[in-house]
């Protein structure tokens, strides 16, 4: 009878996963490789955490593998009208 070892996550597995728990308050990837970015992308996906402020982030990459997945996937962004204002607040 053998046992499986089983190895310790790795510390990049271990921040991932917590950025994934934590992705809505991710203000930007600008630093993060874009292998990483990859990765966190597909977990966010996967765990249901997609949201749009978070896609919003994630497509400001311009990461061309997340802009697939999501053209892939046929995500779209929802783009809310902008109504126009009175800047002098009377109404005419």
Known sequence: MSL??????SLLNLAISAAVLNVHHIPNLDSIPDAIVVDLFKKTLASGKLTESVLKVFMATGNTEVLSIVKGLNIQPIYLPVLPTRCSGRMT
């Open 4 to 9: 499986h070892r089983r190895d310790p996550p």
